[in-house]
Structures are given as C-alpha cells and as structure tokens.
C-alpha cells in the first residue's frame, strides 16, 4: 500500500495540464505571474498590484482580454505606484495559488494595496471592470487612502494646494516644466490622483489638486468650477486650455498631451481619403471535424470536471454540495463512456452521498486519486481535444466538451428511460446540470447567462424525455447565436446554428426553419455515434436516405465497435468485485501468502518471520556440531586411511571399510 501511494505521488509530480497558454503577449504591459513567483512580486512591496486571476479557456475571460489590455496600456506610466498583473488559473500548477485566494469565477480582479503580506489584503474589485474609466478613478482612490494611511512620502503630490497660494506659488513647484495642470476636484478627487500620477514622471508638465473654493480657481472659472482642468503655459496667466465638467481623466490626458507633445489635432476640415469598396470575402467551407462526438473530448471533460473545477471548491457544503452530489450522480448514471471510467464515477458518488454537511479540496482529492490509482488511471491528467480543438489553445475546449457531455448524457437518458414513466428530467438531470454550471463551472459569465437561459426557455417546465433532449438543443443554439462574432468565438470554428444542413437536411423545413421532429431523432442518433479512436479513422460506409422514392441525404457511418454503455450495470460489477476480494481476503491461501510476502507485513510480522528463520538457522548449527564431537576421534584414522571425512557414522562392516550412507 505504501509503494502505490508512493508511485502516485511520484506520477503526480510528473503531471501537468495541457493548452494553459496564456491570453497576454510578453509585449503587454502586464506582469504574468505564477505560482513559484506570485508572492515574491506581490507581498512587501512598494507599489499596490492589480490582479486578474483568468482561465484560458474561458468565453468571458477571452472577451475581456482586450479590454484588460487597453487598461494596462493605458495606466501604464502608473508603473512605479501600481502594477498590472495577470494569473492564468487554467494552468494545472497555478491551481492552489487560485485555491488560496477563493477565486470562484472568473475573470475575477483583486487589488492588493502597498507593502501587502498575505493573500488576506487582497480585495475582490466589485466595480464593473468592463467601464475602464471608472476602474481608473477608483484605483487612484485606493492608492490616495493607502498612501494616507500610511503617511507615504509621496502622499503631498494627491493633497491639495492651500487657498492662500498664489499661481505663482504653484508654478514655483513646477521646476523646469513648461506646462501647469490644475485638477478642480472636491473629495473623492479621483481624477486629479490619477492624472497627478500619470504625469508624475513627465518633466514638461507638473499637475497640481484645487478646491473650488480656490481664490485663483475662481478668478478663472467663477462659480462652475468644480471637476474642471485648467492646463497654464508657463508665462502666460490664463490657461491655454479649460476642460468641460464631464470629461473623462482619459480625455483630459489626451488634450493635454497634444499640448506638451506638441501634436495639434488635424483641421476639421480636412476630409479622410475615400476607401474603395472591398470585395466580400467569400464563405469560409464548414470544416465538419468540429461536429464529431469523440470519446477523447468527454474523457477530458471529465478529467478536467473532476480534478480543476470542483477542486477548486475550499470546501463545498451547504447546496452547493447537494447540486454536486446530484451532479456526479447523473454523470455517473448517464455519460456514456468506457466501463473503467463509469466505475470511477459509481465509486465517487457512492462516496460522496455520504459527505456531510460539508467537504474540503483535500478530501475529494484523496479519494478521487485514490479510486482513480485502484482503477488504473483511466481519466487522461494531460488534457487534449478533438473535434474540440480550437485553432488557438483558449478557444473551444473545455467550454465545448461541457456541451457535448451533456448532449451525449441526454441522448443516453433519453434511451435508458425510455419505459420508465417516473423519470423526472428536471429533478434527475437538468437541475444537476444546472447547479454544476452555475456553481462549479468557472466561468462567471457563462454561469450567470444560464440562470437567465434557465429562466427564459422554462427549464422548470421539462416534463419528458423528449423535452430533455429539445430544452438542451434550444439553449445551446441560442448561446451559439448570442456568442457568434464575439471575442471567444474561434474564426476557423465559426458558431452556427446545429445541426447545419449539411450535416442533417432533413432537419430543415422548404421554409428553411427547423423541423423538430426530425431535429429530435437526429439528435438521438447523432450523440449516441461516439468515436472511440481519435487518431486512425475507423472503416465507414455510406449509407443514403430516401423519401418517396427521392435521395434526401448521403451519411457515413462507422465500423468502430460500439460501447454498449450500460451493457453491464456498473454497480453488479462493483458489487462482484466487493464478494471476490472478501473471499479471497478470507481464504487460508490468502493468509499464507500474506507471510510469505514478508514485504507486506507489519513491525511484529517481520520480527516473528525473522525469529522463526534464526531457529531454524541455530537447530542446523547445533545438530552439525554434535555431529561433529561424536566423529572427532575417529578424523584422523579417516584421514590417514581414505583421506576423507564425513559426519555419518561408521557402518557396521567395518571389514571393508564402507559409510552408512
């Protein structure tokens, strides 16, 4: 028992998760962090972090790296007070720093303030990440009250100027700059930090914070001053320019670097050279890999499902751990996959239906590699896809092998219920499937998008098997159509309505619209034709469909050896096995070799075996010695006439001179 624990603490150390590549180019100014040098950047240092922690493969993590990118772009001169980071949680090796840190969704986005010492200062950003604005002027907020909290020695650049002094005053801290700044700003005066900030650094400019009831603010604004930017050249004693009350720090930068950078705006009057019209690039050939239900893609679903996302979980309880038990019940019940697998599943949630009230990452982990090291490593720990690759390693996916799992587990439903007038879809797999998407599924966006699809398309209303197979196939292709020409929708696998008519033209009406009915069987049909081998193609035949003496479709179909899903019930399997290990383990045989196999007994056992084998050693010596004492007086006659000596006696006919044998 200790040697296979040992191998699979070794295996495991060899193990990593494949297509964790990052959404951020080295050229981004984003600082990647990871786990071995997270908290040597992080904690005990001068400047305040802004961290996103992201999963690669995540539809809304991949939409809003853009829009982090342009954030980091343009706090970028903010350096030496704040640094953008960014974690890749879908990284196998990056998954405890993510546990640590409670990250539940993602893309989530924490700030950790200057000199922070543990994950405990790292604060969830509630704000709407997306309006990039706003994000900006509350970061400046944050670094404006640590810095007063701690008496920073740059706290006097984000206080403002006393009421007495004079413009002069104020262009006597300016030094050399060429350029005077004057933020209008009552508290919270965001804009004014974030612009005292970003100029910090600027030697032609210096930026300087003023109440409205500034006499020199004032003199040039009077009344409607405040959230108001007055930018002086030096000399002069009217500003060259005076912000609008509702302008953007963004805007204000940009105004004011046409000024120091000396780069005027183009004429109004100058017209953009026409464009010629384009020829309309012509439609991209559907590439019909991406529609094949491959058994690899659900293996790695369920690796992915069972040793990342509800690992992640600190520790799950209440109902969360109710929808996960409910969950890995119809997976196990349902996925149609390899019988090694199933019994893995079977075993999981004989498990965990009785964990109560609540279950940490480190229980469900023991005992998943457990029973997964006893059935032989039957789940891929290298994650790879199929037909759910995408052309770049954050597109499709895992996000992808979720859908066809759940088509596939519906289909399989639908056939295994077929004459059981009690299955309730909704209590026995939509609800699971829910509760999985909504609490484990990591993706934030993906999971509050399905409470509304939940909502919107009735889920509580699924009464039938049939139902069960629809409700799926409606939801999917409204996210299809929701997502199509979004960032996280891949170029070479454009989302389209399924099934194309390509695939299925008797799905589809003269009109063009979907025919249910058809769609309903094809659906069936479809997920149940899983591929079992990924890398040679299996022999296939051609198979055409008429109606009414007419070709309505060609079809290939595949000699591959079917899987026979519930073929054998799992739980007759585990239940044999259970009897055959108690008989063995009962057996006089069994017991005998337990000694024997002295590398698998306890401290007393060796010493026992090891005892029994020093007597028998110890009889061996004395009963040669006493051989030896009876023999002495005769050694020498020996010797002297047959130059040999044996321990056995004379023999009685001492005439010729024989041994007893």
Not at 139 to 162: C, G, R, S
Not at 304 to 322: K, N
Not at 345 to 366: F, K
């Amino acid at each position: 028992m200790l040697l296979r624990w040992l191998l699979a603490s070794a295996c495991l150390c060899l193990i990593r998760i494949a297509g964790a590549d990052s959404l951020y180019e080295p050229s981004d100014p984003i600082l990647q962090l990871e786990l071995d040098t997270f908290d040597a950047a992080v904690y005990n240092s001068k400047k305040a972090h802004f961290v996103e922690f992201y999963s690669s493969w995540c539809g809304a993590c991949i939409g809003y790296a853009p829009t982090y990118k342009q954030f980091a772009k343009q706090i970028a001169s903010w350096k030496p007070f704040v640094e953008v980071v960014a974690v890749n949680c879908a990284d196998d090796k990056n998954m405890p720093l993510c546990r640590d840190h409670s990250i539940s969704g993602f893309p989530t986005v924490k700030y950790f303030k200057p000199r922070s010492t543990s994950k405990n200062d790292g604060v969830v950003y509630r704000g709407n990440k997306y309006e990039l604005d706003k994000v900006e002027r509350d970061i400046a907020t944050f670094v404006h009250d640590d810095y007063k909290q701690m008496n920073h020695e740059l706290l006097p650049m984000f206080e403002p100027v006393d009421n007495s002094k004079t413009l002069a005053d104020m262009w006597n801290t300016a030094g050399p700059a060429n350029f005077l700044g004057v933020m209008v700003q009552e508290n919270p005066a965001s804009i004014a930090w974030a612009l005292a900030m970003n100029f910090h650094n600027d030697r032609n400019i210096r930026v300087v914070l003023a109440r409205p009831q500034h006499p020199e603010v004032s003199k040039q604004l009077g009344h409607d001053a405040n959230n108001r930017f007055m930018l002086f050249h030096r000399g002069e004693s009217t500003p060259v320019w005076t912000s609008p009350s509702d302008a953007k720090w963004t805007d204000i930068h940009d105004k004011v670097m046409e000024f120091v950078t000396h780069v005027a705006a183009p004429p109004k009057g100058e017209k953009t050279p026409a464009v010629e019209p384009q020829a309309p690039a012509p439609a991209a050939e559907i590439d019909m890999s991406q529609y094949r239900v491959e058994l690899a893609d659900m293996k790695s679903t369920i690796s992915y499902m069972l040793f990342q996302e509800i690992a992640r979980q600190q520790v799950v309880e209440g109902e969360d751990l109710a929808g996960l038990k409910s969950w890995i019940h119809a997976v196990s019940k349902y996925a149609p996959t390899t019988t090694p697998i199933r019994r893995l599943l079977y075993r999981m949630d004989q498990w965990l239906q009785n964990q109560g009230p609540s279950m940490s990452y480190e229980d469900w982990t023991r005992k998943l590699e457990e029973v997964h090291t006893d059935l032989g490593n039957p789940l891929p720990r290298e994650i790879e896809w199929v037909a759910c690759k995408g052309s770049k390693p954050h597109f499709r996916g895992y996000t992808c092998g979720v859908w066809v799992l759940a088509h596939a587990m519906a289909a399989e439903a639908y056939k295994q219920e077929a004459n059981n007038a009690t299955f309730k879809p909704v209590e026995e797999f939509l609800d699971p499937f829910y509760h999985f998407v909504v609490k484990f599924l990591s993706c934030e966006w993906c999971a509050k998008n399905f409470r509304k699809e939940a909502v919107n398309f009735k889920m509580k209303e699924v009464a039938t098997r049939e139902q069960l197979v629809m409700w799926l196939w409606r939801v999917h292709n409204f996210v299809n159509k929701r997502l199509s020409g979004y960032h996280s929708d891949d170029p070479k696998f454009p989302k389209r309505q399924f099934p194309p008519p390509v695939l299925c033209s008797q799905c589809y009406t003269p009109d063009g619209a979907f025919d249910e009915e058809e769609v309903l069987k094809f659906l069936v049909r479809y997920f149940s034709d899983i591929r079992q081998d990924s890398v040679q193609a299996p022999p296939e035949y051609k198979v055409n469909e008429y109606k009414d003496g007419k070709l309505q479709a060609v079809g290939a179909r595949h000699l591959n050896p079917k899987f026979a899903v519930h073929a054998e019930k799992v739980s007759n399997l585990e239940e044999a096995e259970e009897r055959l290990r108690k008989e063995i383990d009962a057996s006089p045989q069994r017991q005998w070799r337990d000694i024997e196999g002295y590398e698998n007994l306890s401290t007393s056992g060796r010493t026992q075996f090891y005892f029994i084998w020093l007597m028998v050693i110890g009889i061996v010596i004395v009963f040669a010695y006493c051989k030896y004492r009876r023999n002495r007086s005769k050694f020498w006659k020996t010797f002297y006439y047959h130059n040999d000596f044996k321990l056995c006696p004379w023999s009685s006919d001492s005439t010729g001179r024989k041994y007893a044998a």
